[in-house]
């Protein structure tokens, strides 16, 4: 995991994520508003995961794999999905279960990803970014891409 001032910030997140996130509160909120950007966001990330068909792609979470991947008929010819809570890799290896994707799940730092240079073709991730030193995970993000390869994150406030 990473060392030094960002250590207390992934720690801090790590434990709040295995502690059991909460949605329910986000959700409530959520209910109200979600038809506002919803289908235009939606329509957005689909168009775009086409292109991981067949392709290596990394997941910096391990839940939205299942909504955006497996229940969309992408068929990525290797899915690694990476977080650093336990409890949320937990949770995606039950979402896996009945599934024809089977992801490879990673306990893994985004701001030290532990894979190779040029190793996947898309990377994505769902309302992560803000959880991260930009910099940082972005540096380790373009490091592991393919060159020629695509980024997409969608976060609570846009894509």
């Known amino acids: 995991m990473t060392e030094g001032p960002l250590s207390v910030r992934v720690q801090r997140e790590q434990e709040a994520f295995n502690e059991g996130l909460q949605r329910d509160g986000y959700m409530r909120v959520f209910a109200h508003t979600s038809h506002l950007f919803l289908k235009r966001r939606d329509q957005i990330v689909f168009d775009e995961l086409e292109y991981a068909q067949g392709k290596n792609v990394l997941e910096l979470g391990s839940i939205s794999w299942k909504a955006w991947i497996d ?15 336990q409890e949320e890799i937990k949770q995606g290896e039950r979402n896996a279960r009945f599934s024809k994707v089977k992801p490879h799940f990673h306990l893994m730092d985004a701001h030290s990803l532990e894979f190779e240079d040029e190793s996947f073709d898309f990377v994505y991730g769902c309302a992560i970014l803000h959880h991260l030193d930009y910099n940082r995970a972005l540096d380790e993000i373009c490091r592991v891409l393919k060159p020629g390869g695509r980024i997409l994150f969608a976060e609570p406030l846009g894509i």
């Open 71 to 85: 229940d969309n008929d992408i068929e990525p010819a290797n899915l690694h999905c990476i977080n650093i809570s």
